[in-house]
């Protein structure tokens, strides 16, 4: 069963936030004037995690790989 609750938090998590990210395109599309598809937001939504959760890797990588030189 631990295996199953290893990936449900993640998931849950991801798509808490595709959610909040893709209301937040779709309102500020219809507050502009130009609204977008439903579809299109949430697209945009998956690329826009996608880029913040690589960034995120990339920044605890550099930070523990500063740490582990300045230890050693």
Not at 16 to 38: F, I, M, N, Q
Not at 47 to 72: D, F, M
């Amino acid at each position: 069963m631990s295996g199953t609750r290893n990936w449900r938090r993640p998931l849950g998590s991801f798509l808490g936030w595709w959610a909040v990210v893709t209301l937040v395109l779709v309102l500020s599309t219809v507050a502009l004037g130009r609204p977008v598809t439903l579809v299109g937001c949430g697209a945009s939504a998956v690329l826009l995690i996608a880029v913040g959760e690589a960034g995120n890797g990339l920044r605890q990588r550099l930070r523990h790989r500063t740490r582990t030189t300045r230890a050693g």
